[in-house]
Each structure stands twice: as C-alpha cells, then as structure tokens.
C-alpha cells in the first residue's frame, strides 16, 4: 500500500510528530527487508522519524545494513537522515565499516554523503588505512581528494603507506609515495617500511616476501640498514629468518650489511638458522632459509661470528635444526672451511 499520498498531507505530520517508532522496531522492519525483500515496513518506519541512530545489539541500523552488505538499505537509511559519524563497538564508523569489508561503492557513496574520511577507530584505524592494504587505487585518490591524512598513524604507528607496503599493494605504495608519503617514516618499534615486506601478516599467518614492492621503496630512498628500536634487528635479519629470498636479494643488492648485528649480537645467519613453533605454522620453507644462508656467506657473511651468548650460526643451528637438515649441514660444512683455512694463513704469516 503506497502511504506517500496520506504523508504529503497535514496528518502526515501529526503522524510523524508522534516519533513512536523505536530503534527496535526499525532494526525489525531493516531485518526483514534485508533477508527477505519486505520493503513497506521499513519505508514506512523511515518517514514516520523512527530512532535511526540508536545502538542495538552493538550497531546502529546504517553500521547493521553495511554489514549485511545491503546497498539499498544503506542508500535508504543515508536518504532519511541517519548519522554518517555514529560508531559502532570497538570505534568504527560506517565509512570505516564499509572499507574494512571491501564495499568500494558503499564507501564513495557514504563520501559523497559527507562523510568524515578521516574518522579513527578505537585503535587509529582510518578509512584510509584500509582501502591502502586493500589496494584500492581509485578509492585511496578519493579520499585523498576529501581530505584523507597521508600522514596519519594508527595507535600502533601504522600509516597508509605501512598498510599498502604490508598488503603487497604496488600501485598504491606508488601512488601514496608520489603524494607525499615519507618512505623512512617508522612504525611501530621504529619498523621501517621495508620490514613490512617480509614480516608475515597476523591474518592468517600469510607470509610475505615482496620484492617488486621492496624495489619500489628502495627505489625512493629507503634505507637498506635501519634497525627497529627493541630488538635492533633489520630488514635483512627479518627476510632470512622468515625465509624471504626475493626481498634478501633486494636488501644485499641494496647494500644490505650482511654482517650487522643486532641487540643480542646475531647477524642474519644467525636468524636463518632459528626455528620455532611460529615458523611452522607459517609454512616457512627451510630450504629457502638455506638458499638465503648462501647468498650471506657468498657475500662475506662470517660464519664463525658469535653472538651475546658466544654462539655462531652453526651452534644456533645444532640448537635448532635436525642433524640431516640441509641448511645445518651447509653451515658446519662453511665452518670446518673456515677452520682449515685459517691454520694455513697463520703459517704463511
């Protein structure tokens, strides 16, 4: 029954005046139109002034019809008036909600709204940070374009450009640099950008080792041997402990010092002869740890450097690897090298 003819009459306003329709009711009425297509109710709630931005069960109906990815039911709720800005549990507002679950035309549409492009999280979360780990180009130039902070960090020290780098996002990394991004801008424990093309991503446990992104940051600047703040380790210890070759191959073509240490004294041999639980629940492959082993020795990587504990690679190794493991082998086989080269040299002195 079409209602608009009563409404656009002066009863219509005494109707609406009466604002009788609660939050429960509409997220009912929302309910049903999103499972099963039954629209009257919910038109009818709307122009009667039901409480569109309310809280219930953690969501005001604009953060529910988002979730349940209901194009119309967004469109429907904008049109009547609900807040753009209301957040739900844990900080995130409809623009935020819409990037995070990859809804592109939800989230230039709630832009074109005027909604807020730089509203955060709970945790520093912006729409921004997450159409840059999406890779969303189009998306990222939009809210540049509506005023989007290049430059603003998460609680944790994230900005864009960690997010783009961290989702393996070329284009966007590119794109974000060329605007202004600082490509030796820290992170979190001062993590420079190239760190986060080896570290392996929490979702899922996924590992990473891109190097076309790595050459890009390269490419504008990025230096090769930063050093994180609580651990000191660099990109390189973090590609060969992670098993990351291509991006190793980037960094040692870099300049890469195969031979700093960090805080505790290991170079990079010594991280890629580590092995723990985490690992194997990465799916590091122990035979690219090795392939990374020989590109560090071939690159005048000590093999009898020790670290704070008077341990080499070798003695990690032993600590860490089976005896049959091809990468220990490798490393006791370079040591006795080293050891028999060694006498000859003092003798011939």
């Given at each position: 029954m079409d209602l608009a003819p009563l409404f656009s009459r002066p009863v219509g306003r005494v109707v609406r005046s009466f604002r009788a329709a609660t939050a429960e009711s509409l997220r009912t009425a929302l309910d049903a139109f999103i499972e099963r297509g039954e629209r009257a109710d919910l038109c009818l709630l709307l122009f009667v002034g039901a409480d569109l931005d309310r809280v219930v069960g953690g969501q005001t109906a604009l953060l529910k019809a988002i979730d349940a990815r209901h194009v119309e039911a967004v469109q429907l709720l904008v049109e009547a008036g609900a807040d753009l800005e209301v957040k739900m549990c844990g900080g995130e507002t409809p623009l935020v909600l819409a990037c995070r679950t990859l809804q592109p035309s939800v989230t230039e549409y709630l832009l074109s709204k005027g909604a807020d492009s730089n509203a955060e999280t709970d945790e520093?979360?912006?729409?921004?940070?997450?159409?840059?780990?999406?890779?969303?180009?189009?998306?990222?130039?939009?809210?540049?374009?509506?005023?989007?902070?290049?430059?603003?960090?998460?609680?944790?020290?994230?900005?864009?450009?960690?997010?783009?780098?961290?989702?393996?996002?070329?284009?966007?990394?590119?794109?974000?640099?060329?605007?202004?991004?600082?490509?030796?801008?820290?992170?979190?424990?001062?993590?420079?950008?190239?760190?986060?093309?080896?570290?392996?991503?929490?979702?899922?446990?996924?590992?990473?080792?891109?190097?076309?992104?790595?050459?890009?940051?390269?490419?504008?600047?990025?230096?090769?041997?930063?050093r994180e703040s609580e651990r000191g380790r660099s990109a390189l210890h973090e590609a060969a402990c992670w098993g990351s070759v291509e991006v190793t191959k980037a960094l040692l073509n870099a300049g890469a010092d195969v031979e700093a240490k960090s805080k505790c004294g290991c170079t990079a041999l010594h991280y890629g002869a580590f092995r723990v639980d985490l690992m194997d629940e990465c799916g590091v492959d122990m035979g690219k740890k090795l392939e990374i082993a020989k590109m560090l020795v071939k690159r005048g990587s000590d093999v009898n450097l020790e670290d704070s504990l008077g341990m080499t690679a070798y003695q990690v190794a032993e600590t860490h690897l089976h005896a049959d493991s091809p990468l220990r082998i490798f490393l006791a086989a370079e040591l006795k090298q080293q050891e028999a080269v060694s006498p000859s040299l003092s003798e011939s002195i």
């Open positions: 520093g979360w912006r729409a921004l940070h997450r159409a840059a780990f999406s890779g969303w180009v189009g998306l990222v130039k939009c809210l540049l374009l509506k005023g989007a902070d290049l430059h603003a960090k998460s609680f944790y020290g994230d900005t864009a450009l960690h997010r783009s780098v961290f989702g393996g996002q070329r284009e966007v990394t590119e794109l974000m640099l060329q605007r202004g991004a600082r490509v030796n801008e820290p992170g979190e424990n001062n993590t420079t950008l190239l760190f986060y093309t080896v570290l392996p991503r929490a979702e899922g446990r996924e590992l990473t080792d891109n190097r076309e992104v790595a050459e890009l940051l390269l490419s504008w600047g990025a230096d090769a041997n930063t």
